[in-house]
């Protein structure tokens, strides 16, 4: 049993590894504006999972572009990226650059989807990083206490009055999470989606 998985685990683990490094991103800086999406492809074997789930998806993570304290950052819902000992899955507000780094992202892209009160939408989006808002690893759309990646942004969206998800779920059974997702591709078929970056 235990060389069964092993094997299953294999080709994941070997896509996770086949991501080249690359070089530095050049964000264009000056076209970003606030409430603009940042999705990203990540390096470990759970974005891998992701993408696999997705029919036609590239992207396995997604976030908020926000202005605070003068720089560009990005408000997202992550797991398993502690910013120090007992750090736990949360939402969290990091220099865009970070969120782009090679060590994190093998592909990325930036989008703008239009919103009508940015400020306000990235205002909530700062607020609940700064309140640690857990990440939902059941991924339960039902439970608000608690986000994953794709339910945050999509909230935040909701909130101002725009479905991002246009009602798209994918029904998943991996690792012992089950039920109707929202995954980053759902947002991206958006109607009025306007990509501007990729690298």
Excluded at 79 to 92: H, N
């Amino acid at each position: 049993m235990r060389t069964g998985v092993s094997i299953l685990l294999l080709p994941l683990i070997f896509l996770a590894l086949s991501c080249s490094e690359g070089k530095e991103r050049v964000i264009p800086e000056d076209g970003i504006e606030e409430g603009d999406l940042a999705f990203r492809c990540g390096r470990g074997v759970f974005s891998r999972i992701v993408t696999t789930a997705e029919q036609e998806g590239v992207y396995s993570h997604v976030g908020l572009v926000v202005r605070d304290d003068g720089k560009w950052k990005v408000a997202h819902a992550v797991p398993a990226e502690p910013e120090y000992k007992g750090d736990f899955d949360r939402v969290k507000l990091e220099d865009i650059e970070v969120f782009f780094s090679p060590d994190r992202a093998c592909s990325g892209c930036l989008v703008r989807p239009g919103v009508r009160d940015p400020e306000r939408m990235c205002a909530e989006a700062i607020r609940a990083a700064r309140d640690s808002v857990a990440f939902d690893g059941g991924y339960d759309l039902a439970d608000s206490s608690k986000v994953y990646c794709t339910e945050f942004v999509w909230r935040l969206y909701l909130q101002d009055g725009t479905d991002l998800s246009e009602g798209r779920r994918r029904h998943i059974n991996v690792l012992g999470v089950g039920g109707d997702v929202i995954l980053p591709e759902h947002l991206l078929e958006y109607k009025d989606m306007k990509p501007y970056y990729k690298f």
